[in-house]
């Protein structure tokens, strides 16, 4: 059984930081493209980072090249994304994606709410 089971969300003020991370079990994790998405309130799912398979590699959304660091942990079948100086349009529910050739997993999503 595949999961991808995140973690990390909350609320925080304008300028803080978290850390969100997915775990993935069930999936020969080290071979995944992983990303992160989010989605606002009446807004489309937008990709906000990404990251090779072997972490050598990543691309971010201009809004948050800067502030946002997506990372990798392959012994621990684990992917983060470290959000710092956040901004109330940071405000959504992300959520980790997994994807192998044609094969993809969505985590259950995580609420960051960012309070001004």
């Known amino acids: 059984q595949v999961q991808l089971v995140q973690s990390g969300g909350g609320l925080v003020q304008v300028g803080g930081s978290l850390r969100l991370s997915c775990a993935a079990s069930?999936?020969?994790?080290?071979?995944?493209?992983m990303s992160w998405y989010r989605q606002a309130p009446g807004k489309e799912r937008e990709l906000v980072a990404s990251?090779?398979?072997?972490?050598?590699?990543?691309n971010y959304v201009d809004s948050v090249k800067g502030r946002f660091t997506i990372s990798r942990d392959n012994a621990k079948n684990t992917v983060y994304l470290q959000m710092n100086s956040l901004k109330p349009d940071d405000t959504a529910v992300y959520y980790c994606?997994?994807?192998?050739?044609?094969?993809?997993?969505w985590g259950q999503g995580t609420q960051v709410t960012v309070s001004s």
């Open positions: 994606y997994a994807r192998f050739v044609s094969v993809k997993y």
């Open positions: 069930g999936i020969a994790f080290s071979r995944y493209f």
């Open positions: 990251i090779t398979s072997d972490g050598s590699s990543t």
